[in-house]
């Protein structure tokens, strides 16, 4: 069976830091460019962060940059978020994907996502 299985989200003061993991069952992610989504409440999904499968060249949306890091561990078949300096803007529910093509963006062709993990930044 093919899964994700995200783990990591929960709650943060402002300032403070998570890391997301994202651990693939069933299929090596060595052919899959990895993203990291989020959904906020009453806004539309976005991309956060993305990393390919040739170079490890990766993608960050203009709000996490300098914040969040993307890495992947293909020996273990494990992508991470390093999300530092988190800003309450942050909160949302954060799910992992992965596309068949290498690629560094993070645009609408990835097709196979995880369950979420709910990442909340508050005081």
């Known amino acids: 069976q093919l899964q994700f299985v995200e783990s990591g989200g929960g709650l943060a003061q402002p300032g403070g830091s998570l890391r997301l993991s994202c651990a693939a069952s069933?299929?090596?992610?060595?052919?899959?460019?990895i993203g990291w989504f989020r959904q906020a409440p009453g806004k539309e999904r976005e991309g956060v962060s993305c990393?390919?499968?040739?170079?490890?060249?990766?993608y960050y949306t203009d709000s996490v940059k300098g914040r969040f890091t993307i890495s992947r561990d293909d020996a273990d078949n494990t992508v991470y978020l390093q999300m530092n300096s988190l800003k309450p803007e942050d909160t949302g529910a954060y799910y992992c994907?992965?596309?068949?093509?290498?690629?560094?963006?993070?645009?609408?062709?990835?097709?196979?996502w995880g369950q979420g993990t709910q990442v909340i930044v508050s005081s």
């Open positions: 994907a992965a596309v068949l093509m290498d690629q560094t963006i993070c645009g609408p062709l990835y097709d196979f």
């Open positions: 069933g299929f090596t992610l060595d052919y899959y460019a």
């Open positions: 990393i390919n499968n040739s170079d490890g060249g990766t």
